[in-house]
């Protein structure tokens, strides 16, 4: 709307609301890791959204392209899932690898429940040849969650050693046995927190563990709980976390009461308070799905404020474009434009919908 | 390991005492340290009248009783002390560095929703605990499969269970590096 010939008006750039979510990241704070694009926003300053894209159940990349474009119009990185719930898709590799070719930005998951030390070190050194800069180390789902409960668990490193692992291969050039690389990986290594699960008083602290292993962001499990957050950010805080890693708070839509009650029963992690379910099950008849969005709005205004967040993670299972309609809605696109971060032009976002919070 | 059945983890919780002594982690504090003391003497001594029978001693004496009052899986790499007096291994995810994401609401674990969670249990074991009871916040290394059903004290005293993968660098080295 805003572009002349296919040129880019420079103008409406001038109109976009250009604000530091925190302070840029220099050189001494903490070395360039990949360059990827995500570590490249969260350097900046600039607020983050990534999403995950659901691995199609397919041979057919088209089936992965058409979920990614709609998430890549909304967000920095899009992290491909690795046999999430412990059920088979496309593996996570491949959906990096398709994404990174069609020119989207993938964040390549790993977990330990289905890899040994061998496979773990020769999958990082793939991934890196093919192009993937951000890996999320992830212990992963229990093989009794999916629909294959009779397969082998393997286990054989817990995250902290995959994330202590990336990190030897990146900085050291080597692999564990000590054998060089001819070539070192460049990662942006991610893991993930959980804050809304017990043992609460341990959690901050397991983050400085992973910190520790070499863990350059954050990603948390779905945050419906303020209150416990805002504990947690508080820990984090006090250790002076959050000057260490970037901060990326899980988000997601809930559809109905009913969808809220079975994911805090059946999904291992997931926390959903009482309250929460009360404002779905008060929602209209026909509306429950539209109060759901509006308290993930909500859930990302409030948690944009706290210090130390540094971006959001939206997860919304099979519904990419609600996706992107919270991100329009919640206001994150207009905090900068995200032309100058693709190097394309692109229409400049709608303004954003006031949500009274 | 991955071989534990469900009514086997179920076991491990139930038996008699064992739970009493894990919930007073303190008095085992004392049993290690009296342990370690013991042990290190005797062992260079017994060692040298029959490596074999020490051997087959010791794994009995860990399969009895840290069996019963653990649950010990025989990793040979123990670190009961630095894990609020509760076995890590019987953890189905076998994890060395603390709790996953999965825990649930109440305590109890994602795959075995009867049975509390083994980090869970750890943490508030260790919060009790005088001389080590920090020791869960340190980095653990992975574990040496090749170890399993090896004696854990023999191979404290021998030094094996310390000898580090050649290419695990230590944090501080990491951190100079960059």
């Given at each position: 709307?805003?572009?002349?010939?296919?040129?880019?008006?420079?103008?409406?750039?001038?109109?976009?609301?250009?604000?530091?979510?925190?302070?840029?990241?220099?050189?001494?704070?903490?070395?360039?890791?990949?360059?990827?694009?995500?570590?490249?926003?969260?350097?900046?300053?600039?607020?983050?959204?990534?999403?995950?894209?659901?691995?199609?159940?397919?041979?057919?990349?088209?089936?992965?392209?058409?979920?990614?474009?709609?998430?890549?119009?909304?967000?920095?990185?899009?992290?491909?899932?690795?046999?999430?719930?412990?059920?088979?898709?496309?593996?996570?590799?491949?959906?990096?690898?398709?994404?990174?070719?069609?020119?989207?930005?993938?964040?390549?998951?790993?977990?330990?429940?289905?890899?040994?030390?061998?496979?773990?070190?020769?999958?990082?050194?793939?991934?890196?040849?093919?192009?993937?800069?951000?890996?999320?180390?992830?212990?992963?789902?229990?093989?009794?969650?999916?629909?294959?409960?009779?397969?082998?668990?393997?286990?054989?490193?817990?995250?902290?050693?995959?994330?202590?692992?990336?990190?030897?291969?990146?900085?050291?050039?080597?692999?564990?046995?000590?054998?060089?690389?001819?070539?070192?990986?460049?990662?942006?290594?991610?893991?993930?927190?959980?804050?809304?699960?017990?043992?609460?008083?341990?959690?901050?602290?397991?983050?400085?563990?992973?910190?520790?292993?070499?863990?350059?962001?954050?990603?948390?499990?779905?945050?419906?709980?303020?209150?416990?957050?805002?504990?947690?950010?508080?820990?984090?805080?006090?250790?002076?976390?959050?000057?260490?890693?970037?901060?990326?708070?899980?988000?997601?839509?809930?559809?109905?009461?009913?969808?809220?009650?079975?994911?805090?029963?059946?999904?291992?992690?997931?926390?959903?308070?009482?309250?929460?379910?009360?404002?779905?099950?008060?929602?209209?008849?026909?509306?429950?799905?539209?109060?759901?969005?509006?308290?993930?709005?909500?859930?990302?205004?409030?948690?944009?404020?706290?210090?130390?967040?540094?971006?959001?993670?939206?997860?919304?299972?099979?519904?990419?474009?609600?996706?992107?309609?919270?991100?329009?809605?919640?206001?994150?696109?207009?905090?900068?434009?995200?032309?100058?971060?693709?190097?394309?032009?692109?229409?400049?976002?709608?303004?954003?919908?006031?949500?009274?919070? | 390991?991955?071989?534990?059945?469900?009514?086997?983890?179920?076991?491990?919780?139930?038996?008699?005492?064992?739970?009493?002594?894990?919930?007073?982690?303190?008095?085992?504090?004392?049993?290690?340290?009296?342990?370690?003391?013991?042990?290190?003497?005797?062992?260079?001594?017994?060692?040298?009248?029959?490596?074999?029978?020490?051997?087959?001693f010791m794994i009995w004496n860990e399969e009895v009783v840290?069996?019963?009052?653990?649950?010990?899986?025989?990793?040979?790499?123990?670190?009961?002390?630095?894990?609020?007096?509760?076995?890590?291994?019987?953890?189905?995810?076998?994890?060395?560095?603390?709790?996953?994401?999965?825990?649930?609401?109440?305590?109890?674990?994602?795959?075995?929703?009867?049975?509390?969670?083994?980090?869970?249990?750890?943490?508030?074991?260790?919060?009790?605990?005088?001389?080590?009871?920090?020791?869960?916040?340190?980095?653990?290394?992975?574990?040496?499969?090749?170890?399993?059903?090896s004696s854990a004290w023999i191979n404290m005293f021998e030094?094996?269970?310390?000898?580090?993968?050649?290419?695990?660098?230590?944090?501080?080295?990491?951190?100079?590096?960059?």
């Amino acid at each position: 709307m805003s572009s002349k010939n296919g040129l880019f008006d420079l103008a409406d750039v001038t109109k976009v609301p250009t604000q530091f979510n925190h302070a840029p990241v220099t050189a001494s704070d903490r070395p360039l890791r990949s360059n990827s694009r995500l570590e490249r926003v969260l350097r900046s300053g600039r607020f983050a959204v990534t999403s995950e894209i659901h691995a199609p159940d397919s041979a057919d990349p088209a089936d992965l392209y058409k979920n990614a474009l709609v998430l890549s119009e909304v967000c920095d990185g899009i992290n491909a899932t690795d046999g999430s719930g412990a059920h088979c898709h496309m593996s996570s590799l491949a959906c990096s690898t398709l994404m990174l070719n069609a020119g989207y930005e993938p964040i390549f998951q790993m977990g330990c429940r289905d890899r040994n030390r061998i496979a773990m070190q020769g999958d990082l050194l793939g991934a890196a040849a093919l192009g993937v800069k951000n890996v999320l180390c992830l212990t992963g789902d229990d093989v009794t969650a999916g629909d294959q409960p009779e397969a082998k668990r393997v286990f054989d490193f817990d995250c902290m050693h995959l994330l202590r692992t990336a990190r030897i291969m990146r900085d050291r050039g080597i692999f564990l046995s000590g054998r060089e690389l001819e070539s070192a990986p460049k990662f942006f290594l991610g893991a993930a927190s959980n804050p809304f699960v017990p043992p609460f008083d341990w959690r901050a602290l397991r983050l400085a563990k992973k910190i520790e292993a070499g863990a350059d962001f954050i990603q948390t499990q779905y945050c419906y709980d303020i209150p416990r957050f805002e504990k947690f950010m508080q820990q984090v805080q006090e250790q002076g976390l959050h000057e260490k890693v970037f901060i990326l708070v899980g988000v997601g839509p809930l559809r109905s009461a009913k969808g809220a009650l079975f994911m805090r029963n059946n999904v291992p992690g997931v926390w959903i308070p009482d309250e929460v379910i009360e404002r779905l099950e008060q929602a209209p008849k026909g509306k429950a799905a539209e109060e759901g969005k509006k308290i993930c709005i909500e859930i990302i205004q409030q948690v944009r404020e706290m210090v130390g967040v540094h971006g959001v993670h939206i997860m919304a299972y099979r519904q990419e474009k609600t996706v992107a309609e919270i991100v329009e809605r919640s206001g994150l696109l207009s905090r900068r434009s995200r032309d100058q971060l693709n190097g394309r032009s692109r229409r400049v976002s709608a303004p954003a919908e006031a949500v009274a919070v | 390991m991955s071989e534990l059945t469900r009514p086997q983890m179920a076991e491990a919780q139930r038996k008699p005492g064992s739970e009493w002594l894990k919930n007073h982690p303190r008095i085992l504090e004392v049993v290690y340290d009296g342990s370690k003391t013991i042990l290190k003497l005797m062992y260079p001594l017994m060692n040298r009248i029959s490596p074999s029978f020490t051997k087959k001693f010791m794994i009995w004496n860990e399969e009895v009783v840290k069996g019963y009052v653990f649950n010990c899986q025989m990793c040979g790499q123990c670190i009961l002390h630095s894990t609020g007096m509760t076995c890590p291994m019987n953890c189905p995810k076998n994890l060395r560095n603390g709790p996953c994401g999965g825990v649930r609401a109440n305590g109890n674990c994602e795959v075995i929703p009867d049975m509390p969670c083994v980090w869970v249990q750890a943490w508030e074991r260790s919060r009790d605990m005088g001389a080590y009871g920090d020791d869960i916040l340190l980095f653990q290394p992975p574990v040496n499969r090749a170890l399993k059903d090896s004696s854990a004290w023999i191979n404290m005293f021998e030094g094996i269970d310390e000898k580090p993968l050649v290419g695990w660098v230590s944090v501080a080295e990491l951190e100079g590096s960059l």
